[in-house]
């Protein structure tokens, strides 16, 4: 057993002994922990409580309750979509993130980063490790990341990965696994709608320095976030 696995095994023991144990009841203890499990395979997904309830085998209810958990020990994090009066036609499901990404690897049970990189959930951690962190930098700063985060998905499909809202400026933002990917800020033109001041757009992927894309958005390694 490697260091890394008993060192999120006493992780995930103390945490369920010590926050979650008096939440929940004693005879749910394996149950919450095959939930944790579950829900770490989600992460950069769009949050169905229905979903997971199904696969753990508990109601709906209970499933809330349990992310609610989660989330208020900083387990997880809830990015809300970007709701405006005129966005009738938003997905209202948040996206949900592990604010640990060596704990949700160790939970989905990848053995090492080599494996992970080559898996296909290689994206979804590479997503969850961004937004993880762009959180944590709002924490740092003593700024509180629901007043300014979110992301875009509307009923077209049309998806834009984070929103950084700051009154009536939107900084639209994709995060791309690769290098210099095509078309990325293909959906950026669907924020025209609401009417705010779109500053300069960014994609955040695997490149070496800062590069313009045109004259309103620019590639960003994401060594810098």
Not at 6 to 34: C, G, H, P, W
Not at 165 to 181: L, R
Request: hydrophobic fraction near 40%.
């Amino acid at each position: 057993i490697s260091k890394r696995d008993i060192y999120f095994k006493a992780y995930v023991d103390t945490y369920i002994e010590k926050d979650v144990r008096k939440l929940i009841a004693a005879s749910s203890e394996m149950q919450f922990r095959n939930f944790i499990s579950i829900v770490a395979l989600r992460t950069a997904q769009e949050l169905h409580y229905d979903e997971i309830a199904r696969n753990v085998g508990i109601d709906v209810r209970t499933c809330k309750k349990w992310i609610s958990i989660l989330e208020t020990s900083g387990i997880i994090y809830l990015l809300q979509p970007y709701m405006a009066n005129i966005s009738n036609r938003i997905i209202k499901a948040p996206k949900m993130y592990f604010l640990d990404t060596g704990l949700c690897a160790y939970l989905c049970k990848w053995p090492d980063a080599e494996m992970l990189e080559k898996c296909a959930m290689s994206g979804a951690f590479y997503e969850t490790y961004i937004v993880s962190e762009l959180v944590k930098n709002f924490y740092a700063h003593g700024k509180t990341p629901k007043d300014f985060l979110f992301y875009y998905r509307d009923t077209d499909q049309k998806e834009i990965d984070l929103l950084y809202v700051d009154g009536s400026n939107i900084c639209p933002i994709e995060i791309k696994q690769g290098i210099a990917p095509k078309k990325a800020t293909k959906n950026f033109s669907v924020l025209d709608k609401y009417h705010l001041n779109i500053t300069t757009g960014l994609v955040i992927d695997s490149c070496d320095k800062i590069r313009p894309i045109n004259e309103q958005t620019y590639y960003i390694p994401v060594y810098l976030i």
